[in-house]
């Protein structure tokens, strides 16, 4: 399982950005797939993620109201549609996706539960 983020960049606060992350080599049917993101000096933390059985999907409380989720599946592609960014925002985002029976024991925003890693993608958000 290959995975790329796409979409990471500068901008200011209160404006938007949209991830994308692209999942080759991917045939499981029950999966979940998730944005993480680690500021400087701080843990790697579970942004949103979306199971695809049951199919649904998860915020940190941080962003909810502001991100949305939302997958592509004829073009394996997962996006995160940020809106309202804040400093507190900055980080790098990665794509995690999780496939073995295990690790969908753990919640989808938990990285202890992901099997496979994106390389991430840098977003700075300025005051």
């Known amino acids: 399982v290959q995975l790329v983020e796409s979409g990471g960049g500068l901008v200011q606060a209160g404006g938007s950005l949209r991830l994308s992350c692209a999942a080759s080599?991917?045939?499981?049917?029950?999966?979940?797939i998730g944005w993480f993101r680690q500021a400087p000096e701080k843990g790697r933390e579970g942004v949103s993620c979306?199971?695809?059985?049951?199919?649904?999907?998860y915020y940190a409380d941080s962003v909810k109201g502001r991100f949305t989720i939302s997958s592509d599946n004829a073009k394996s592609t997962v996006y995160l549609q940020m809106n309202d960014l804040k400093p507190g925002d900055t980080g790098i985002y990665y794509c995690a996706a999780a496939t073995q029976y295990y690790s969908l024991t753990y919640s989808c925003l938990d990285r202890s539960g992901m099997d496979y890693w994106g390389k991430g993608t840098l977003i700075t958000v300025s005051p």
């Open positions: 080599g991917f045939t499981a049917d029950d999966y979940a």
């Open positions: 979306i199971r695809s059985s049951p199919a649904r999907t």
